[in-house]
């Protein structure tokens, strides 16, 4: 895995930019999974793209991962709990195992009918295996789908 370069991550949709330890998860807050950060979404529908470029090697209506060339790989969660939902809400726009640039159209969804099931629409952006001095500048405030929402690396 190549972690001497910068990887810039995107933001994957557009909202206000949160530091990870604020997503009312405690798994995802407590870096369980990896370092990262997180966006409360805007509400109304909305479509997720990829934060990186590389090859969408997990795709699942509430979360995908996409690896880049250097095999390091980013996960993009919609909400919390919303693997409960079983794809309810979701569309798919890209397929698993493709090849996408950084900002192309993966999911579909509308964070409000989340948050009206009572569900969190706040998404975790997770730098996969990736150690938490590895995860730097990250962002806060509004935020648009392809802006930094954290380096990754040197």
Do not use: Y
């Not at 407590?30 to 470029?53: F, H, Y």
């Not at 409000?112 to 590895?134: F, K, M, N, Q, W």
């Amino acid at each position: 895995m190549d972690t001497t370069t910068v990887l810039l991550v995107g933001a994957p949709l557009s909202g206000t930019a949160i530091e990870l330890r604020d997503v009312p998860d405690p798994v995802f807050a407590q870096a369980m999974v990896g370092p990262g950060a997180a966006v409360d979404p805007e509400r109304g529908p909305l479509t997720v793209v990829s934060p990186i470029a590389g090859t969408l090697v997990k795709l699942k209506p509430h979360a995908f991962v996409v690896v880049a060339a250097g095999g390091r790989g980013v996960l993009v969660h919609l909400g919390i709990d919303t693997v409960n939902l079983d794809g309810a809400g979701f569309e798919l726009l890209a397929v698993e195992g493709a090849e996408v640039a950084a900002g192309a159209p993966v999911v579909r969804w509308n964070p409000a009918e989340i948050e009206a099931r009572g569900l969190s629409p706040v998404c975790p952006v997770i730098a996969l295996d990736a150690e938490t001095a590895a995860v730097g500048a990250v962002a806060a405030g509004p935020i648009e789908p392809g802006r930094t929402l954290f380096q990754w690396g040197a």
